[in-house]
């Protein structure tokens, strides 16, 4: 099983930028489908970016156009860049990993880091 480690969470206002990153460990994930999901308080956690093999991405409607999912060359770290910041974007954002094609289903992932939190302000 891989594990992961995320960071780069933290407070930003409304309109700015972060990036979180998703380091991982134990196996190569270059086969994976490598995602990132979020949960607000009170809230179901939610899909909101995915790439499987650096062939596709896949996001929400809710971030398109705003986040980035990427992944450096040596597979080791997937990266989320958020813009554009907004308050409902709040939340403590996970990465997961499947060994298998892509799904936005968070039942399906095997593997999860601890989450980092994001918050935004206005």
């Known amino acids: 099983q891989v594990q992961l480690v995320e960071s780069g969470g933290g407070l930003v206002q409304a309109g700015g930028s972060l990036r979180l990153s998703c380091t991982a460990s134990?196996?190569?994930?270059?086969?994976?489908?490598m995602a990132w999901f979020r949960q607000a308080p009170g809230k179901e956690r939610e899909f909101v970016a995915a790439t499987w093999r650096g062939l596709s991405t896949y996001y929400a409607d809710s971030v398109k156009g705003r986040f980035t999912i990427s992944r450096d060359i040596a597979w080791k770290t997937v990266y989320l860049q958020m813009n554009s910041l907004k308050p409902e974007d709040t939340a403590v954002y996970y990465c997961a990993a499947r060994q298998d094609v892509y799904t936005n289903n968070p039942s399906d992932f095997e593997s999860w880091g601890q989450g980092t939190q994001v918050t935004v302000s206005s």
């Open positions: 134990g196996r190569t994930i270059s086969s994976y489908t």
